[in-house]
C-alpha cells in the first residue's frame, strides 16, 4: 500500500455520510462542528461559502469543498447572510428535487466521512481549515471525473447505486487530497506531507517504513536506501516532516497497532511483533505514552463500540 493510502486508511473509519439537497430562491444553511471531514460538491447552479474566517467564496458547478476539521461553515445564495442566522442543516437532509435548478438556485451533495480522531494522522493536522478546489478546464482532470460520475449516478437511479455511490466518495477523498498535493507541490512548498511525498529521499523512506513498520529500521538503514549519508538524510527528513525517522516511526508502529486491536483479539504479544516490538512490556509502554491507556482497555473499548464514529457523527448532527 502506498503512503497516501495508508493515511487513508488511519484516519478513516465505515462510509461517507451525505445527502442530495436541492436549494431554491433565498437560502442558507450553517453545518458543523462535527468529529469528521465535510465535503460538498456543486452538481448544478451556484452558491456561496461562508468560511469560519476569511471572504466568502463563490461556488459553481463542479466545485468541491472540503473542510479536514469539520469546521463551522455555511452556504447561502447571498455572500452577505450573517452565519450566525443561518438555519441549521439536518444529518440527513431530504433530496429536494431532480435535475438543473433555475438560475440562482443550487443542487449540492454534502456529507462528511468519518475520521478516527483518536488515530489522527500529521498529514491531515497538516491541511487548512478549507480546501476549495474550483471546476476549471483542464485543471485536476480525475478530480473532474470523480465528479461528474457522481452527478451522473445522482440524477440516474441505476442498478448497483447503494454500492457504487460510497466507492465514488471514496474516490472523491482520494482525488481531492491528490489535488490540493499537487498544488502545494507546485506552489513550491518545502515542509509538510507535500513537499514529503514530493521528495524522492523522504518518500522512499517514508514507503518502506509503511510497508515493513516491523523491521528494527535505523537512521543510517534508511538513509542507504534513499542515497544519502546518515547525517543528510536524518536532517532532510526532519527538516521536511518536522520529525526525526524513529520518531515518525514509533508514531506510524503505534498507529498500525491501535488499528489492529480496534479489530484483531489477538495476543498482545502477537500485535506488538507485528509492529516491530520484541518486548510485550515495552510494546504496552510506548502505547500507553501515545494513547494515555494500555492497548488492552483500548482494544476493548474500541472493539466494543465499533460503531462508536458513526454515533459520534450523529449525536453532533454531521450537517448541522
Excluded at 466507492?167 to 513537499?195: C, H, K, P
Amino acid at each position: 500500500m502506498d503512503v497516501l493510502s495508508d493515511v487513508i486508511a488511519s484516519m478513516r473509519t465505515g462510509r461517507a455520510k451525505f445527502a442530495r439537497t436541492r436549494h431554491l430562491g433565498r437560502w442558507g444553511n450553517r453545518f458543523g462542528p462535527y468529529p469528521g471531514a465535510g465535503f460538498h460538491v456543486v452538481l448544478a447552479g451556484s452558491c456561496w461559502l461562508l468560511p469560519p474566517t476569511g471572504e466568502p467564496a463563490r461556488l459553481t458547478a463542479g466545485d468541491v469543498v472540503f473542510l479536514p476539521h469539520g469546521a463551522v461553515h455555511g452556504l447561502s445564495d447571498t455572500p452577505t447572510r450573517a452565519l450566525d442566522r443561518l438555519a441549521p442543516q439536518l444529518p440527513d437532509g431530504p433530496d429536494l428535487g431532480d435535475g438543473d435548478p433555475d438560475a440562482g438556485d443550487a443542487l449540492l451533495l454534502c456529507g462528511a466521512y468519518r475520521l478516527d480522531h483518536g488515530n489522527t494522522h500529521p498529514f491531515l493536522r497538516q491541511l487548512p481549515e478549507v480546501i476549495h478546489l474550483p471546476a476549471q478546464l483542464g485543471r485536476h482532470p480525475a478530480l473532474r471525473a470523480a465528479v461528474d460520475l457522481l452527478g451522473a449516478d445522482l440524477t440516474a437511479s441505476r442498478p448497483g447505486a447503494d454500492a457504487a455511490l460510497p466507492a465514488l466518495l471514496d474516490l472523491l477523498l482520494i482525488y481531492v487530497l491528490r489535488a490540493w498535493l499537487d498544488e502545494q507541490t507546485g506552489n513550491g512548498a518545502t515542509e509538510g506531507w507535500s513537499a514529503a511525498l514530493a521528495d524522492h529521499a523522504v518518500a522512499t523512506a517514508l514507503h518502506h517504513m509503511h510497508r515493513d513498520p516491523a523491521r528494527p529500521w535505523t537512521v543510517q538503514q534508511l538513509g542507504a536506501l534513499t542515497g544519502l549519508s546518515r547525517t543528510a538524510f536524518a536532517r532532510r527528513f526532519t527538516a521536511t516532516m518536522g520529525q526525526a525517522p524513529l520518531a515518525y516511526l514509533t508514531w506510524w508502529r503505534l498507529n498500525t497497532a491501535a488499528r489492529l486491536l480496534s479489530r484483531d483479539d489477538a495476543a498482545l504479544a502477537t500485535i506488538a511483533r507485528r509492529v516491530g516490538y520484541s518486548s510485550e512490556f515495552a510494546f504496552a509502554a510506548a502505547f500507553k505514552r501515545q494513547y494515555g491507556v494500555s492497548p488492552g482497555r483500548y482494544g476493548r473499548e474500541h472493539r466494543a463500540h465499533p460503531t462508536r464514529s458513526d454515533q459520534e457523527l450523529d449525536d453532533a448532527s454531521v450537517l448541522s
